[in-house]
T-cell receptor
Framework: NAGVTQTPKFRVLKTGQSMTLLCAQD?????MYWYRQDPGMGLRLIHY???????AKGEVPDGYNVSRLKKQNFLLGLESAAPSQTSVYFC???????????????FGPGTRLTVL | GQSLEQPSEVTAVEGAIVQINCTYQ??????LSWYQQHDGGAPTFLSY????GLEETGRFSSFLSRSDSYGYLLLQELQMKDSASYFC?????????????FGKGTTLSVSS
């Protein structure tokens, strides 16, 4: 099993460009999450999904959109990238039982995005 | 809202014991978890405490005191490979109750 994978691993954008980050998991997890990580700021939740076709806003949702058309995939979109969106983006997934009884999430390797 | 406080940096030598503290403020509490992240890597789950007391997993232990809104991660017999960032986390009080709120992380540097 690959676990949680993220595409691409690195990307450089110019201000105003758009892009989509893809997250895929093969563990049949119901829940999926997108975080961004900036130096000294820890992990901050952008959007999350508790099931196929459902999404919800996290702590820092502005400037991002998400979609979960298939259970195994969670897409994060930047419609008009800004330098403030330069960050490392992590996707994570979890099952209902692991979330409720362990708070255990499985993270992908991350996407390093630079917006010039 | 939720907030977690943990020291930004801790240093120690190989073979020593180190404790990383975490205090939290939450509107609803379901437990405290800990994650490890090596430089350039992804966070990985270490431990979870729902009830007061100490949970031991090999060289790592985690403690929770719900009355004090406080927990800590204890690392024993430190090794160089333990150099990493450590995050405490609590579950958010959102309606679905699945999201995690993370502290800003503690960077542990282990020297020989």
């Amino acid at each position: 099993n690959a676990g949680v994978t993220q595409t691409p691993k690195f990307r450089v954008l110019k201000t105003g460009q758009s892009m989509t980050l893809l997250c895929a998991q093969d563990m049949n997890h119901e829940y999926m999450y997108w975080y961004r990580q900036d130096p000294g700021m820890g992990l901050r939740l952008i959007h999350y999904s508790v099931g196929e076709g459902t999404t919800a806003k996290g702590e820092v949702p502005d400037g991002y959109n998400v979609s979960r058309l298939k259970k195994q995939n969670f897409l994060l979109g930047l419609e008009s990238a800004a330098p403030s969106q330069t960050s490392v983006y992590f996707c994570a997934s979890s099952s209902l039982l692991r979330t409720v009884y362990l708070h255990e999430q499985f993270f992908g390797p991350g996407t390093r995005l630079t917006v010039l | 809202g939720q907030s977690l406080e943990q020291p930004s940096e801790v240093t120690a030598v190989e073979g020593a014991i180190v404790q990383i503290n975490c205090t939290y403020q939450t509107s609803g509490f379901y437990g405290l978890s800990w994650y490890q992240q090596h430089d350039g890597g992804a966070p990985t789950f270490l431990s979870y405490n729902a009830l007061d007391g100490l949970e031991e997993t090999g060289r790592f232990s985690s403690f929770l005191s719900r009355s004090d809104s406080y927990g800590y991660l204890l690392l024993q017999e430190l090794q160089m490979k333990d150099s990493a960032s450590y995050f405490c986390a609590v579950r958010d009080s959102d309606p679905a109750g699945t999201a995690l709120i993370f502290g800003k992380g503690t960077t542990l540097s282990v020297s020989s």
